[in-house]
């Protein structure tokens, strides 16, 4: 049987939920969904922050942020776009005291996604993101690559902490000094590929 406090959390997960979904319409606040689809001003909001359940309004919301009515109600089948954006900093993050989680999420991809990429269980993923191991160089660098970041970003940097444009030009930069420095050891060793 659900106790309330399940279904609290339950309508706060729903209002995260719809609160990235009018966030990536570009809609800055409540209230301004609610002008533009003409939704009550009172309740919309009510509804994105989890003092309500969405209830027979879900349909209606998955149609207007065209998202998946089971993704708003219970967070099953989110669009690419979402996957993580329902979790609070604190969720996303986890017990670890590194950033692997943050990165997977900011890169859109699932557990399966990373874990078949760098040929590890799945199970070992969601360990490593959970802190409960250790992850190893070897390995730090192959998640690196498929998350599209440095080890240490993954370490240190919270990629939600800055501005997406920034951090992408970041990488960026990061991506071409690791290539002068490839080319420069391939001159001066003589070695080429």
Same mark, same amino acid.
């Given at each position: 049987?659900?106790?309330?406090?399940?279904? +609290? &959390?339950?309508? #706060?997960?729903? /209002?995260?939920?719809?609160?990235?979904?009018?966030?990536? @319409?570009? @809609? +800055?606040?409540? #209230?301004?969904?609610?002008? @533009?689809? /003409? $939704?009550?001003?009172?309740?919309?909001?009510?509804?994105?922050?989890?003092?309500?359940? %969405?209830?027979?309004?879900?349909?209606?919301?998955?149609?207007?942020?065209?998202?998946?009515? *089971?993704?708003?109600?219970?967070?099953?089948?989110?669009?690419?776009?979402?996957?993580?954006?329902?979790?609070?900093?604190?969720?996303?993050? /986890? *017990?670890?005291?590194?950033?692997?989680?943050? $990165?997977?999420?900011?890169?859109?991809?699932?557990? *399966?996604?990373? &874990?078949?990429?760098? +040929?590890?269980?799945?199970? =070992?993923? !969601?360990? $490593?993101? &959970?802190?409960?191991?250790?992850?190893?160089?070897?390995?730090?660098?192959?998640? &690196? +690559?498929?998350?599209?970041?440095?080890?240490?970003?993954?370490?240190?940097?919270?990629?939600?902490? =800055?501005?997406?444009?920034?951090? *992408?030009?970041? !990488?960026?930069?990061?991506?071409?000094?690791?290539? %002068?420095?490839?080319?420069?050891?391939?001159?001066?060793?003589?070695?080429?590929?």
């Amino acid at each position: 049987m659900r106790t309330e406090d399940d279904k +609290k &959390a339950e309508r #706060k997960a729903q /209002g995260r939920r719809l609160a990235a979904a009018r966030l990536n @319409l570009g @809609l +800055k606040g409540p #209230k301004e969904a609610a002008t @533009l689809f /003409g $939704w009550s001003k009172d309740t919309y909001p009510q509804h994105e922050n989890g003092t309500r359940g %969405i209830g027979r309004a879900a349909k209606e919301y998955a149609e207007k942020f065209n998202v998946p009515e *089971e993704w708003l109600m219970r967070g099953h089948n989110p669009p690419p776009w979402a996957i993580g954006a329902e979790l609070s900093e604190e969720e996303r993050r /986890g *017990e670890a005291e590194h950033f692997l989680r943050p $990165w997977r999420l900011y890169r859109a991809m699932t557990p *399966e996604d990373v &874990a078949d990429a760098v +040929k590890v269980p799945v199970d =070992v993923l !969601l360990a $490593w993101e &959970a802190g409960r191991q250790e992850i190893s160089d070897k390995w730090l660098r192959r998640l &690196a +690559k498929t998350l599209g970041t440095t080890a240490g970003a993954i370490l240190d940097v919270d990629p939600n902490a =800055v501005p997406s444009s920034l951090l *992408e030009l970041w !990488l960026a930069h990061t991506e071409g000094q690791r290539r %002068i420095i490839e080319v420069a050891h391939q001159l001066r060793t003589g070695t080429g590929g």
